[in-house]
């Protein structure tokens, strides 16, 4: 099972670009990255998957490199109802099909 | 599509009472999830259902807990006899496929408050 690690909590302000990098050095070959966005209150929400290099939907951006060890969730231009927490989490062969989630990073958006 | 929908919303009980919560997934989704969230533990999966049988129930914490799915539109996780430590919040998600292809759907959840 790929272990991911990534920030415990970030700060942003209203308008800014928010970028959340996670880490997933041991990621398996056939394993896709799929992020979700938790509000307070609420259950998980879906936001964006991918495989490899860039990713884009109405809500984010998704990147990964080439080497697939690390991926970024770029959230452009963020308000206050962006403050959630957010999960990154490998899927695929490596985890027989069960989304494992971790701690998540914890995003507040200010005014 | 209505979503995952769960029910109750809230439930408060007294220790060692029987605790039934609800769920109904997405239609045509063949996979059911039970996931518990609480600050300590973060989000945990329980057990999760393909085709109304039970697959993986590793992560059911102990013979208290029982989880039923009778079939493609309904399951259940009970807990019997209920104890504090199951204070928790509980999601049902559904999903077209096990890897999540799509995306898991979260119902909204049930807070337990065990008393």
């Known amino acids: 099972l790929a272990k991911t690690t990534q920030p415990i909590s970030m700060d942003s302000y209203e308008g800014q670009e928010v970028n959340i990098t996670c880490s997933h050095n041991?990621?398996?070959?056939?394993?896709?990255i799929t992020w979700y966005q938790q509000f307070p209150s609420q259950g998980p929400r879906f936001i964006i998957q991918?495989?490899?290099t860039k990713v884009t939907n109405e809500v984010a951006s998704l990147f990964i490199p080439a080497d697939r060890k690390s991926s970024t969730l770029s959230l452009p231009r963020v308000s206050l109802s962006d403050t959630a927490v957010y999960y990154c989490?490998?899927?695929?062969?490596?985890?027989?099909?069960?989304?494992?989630f971790g701690q998540g990073t914890t995003l507040q958006v200010k005014p | 599509d209505a979503g995952v929908i769960q029910s109750p919303r809230h439930e408060v009980t007294e220790m060692g009472q029987e605790v039934t919560l609800r769920c109904k997934p997405i239609?045509?989704?063949?996979?059911l999830f039970w996931y518990r969230q609480t600050m300590m533990r973060g989000l945990e999966l329980l057990i999760y259902?393909?085709?109304?049988?039970?697959?993986?129930d590793s992560g059911m914490p102990e013979d208290r807990f029982s989880a039923k799915m009778p079939n493609a539109s309904f399951s259940t996780l009970k807990i019997q006899p209920s104890e504090p430590r199951d204070s928790a919040v509980y999601f049902c998600?559904?999903?077209?496929?096990?890897?999540?292809?799509?995306?898991?759907?979260f119902g909204s959840g049930t807070r337990l408050t065990v008393v």
């Open positions: 998600a559904s999903s077209l496929t096990s890897t999540g292809d799509y995306g898991y759907t």
């Open positions: 041991n990621i398996a070959t056939n394993d896709y």
């Open positions: 991918g495989y490899k």
């Open positions: 989490l490998p899927y695929g062969s490596s985890n027989t099909g069960k989304l494992i």
């Open positions: 239609s045509g989704h063949d996979y």
């Open positions: 259902f393909n085709n109304n049988v039970p697959i993986d």
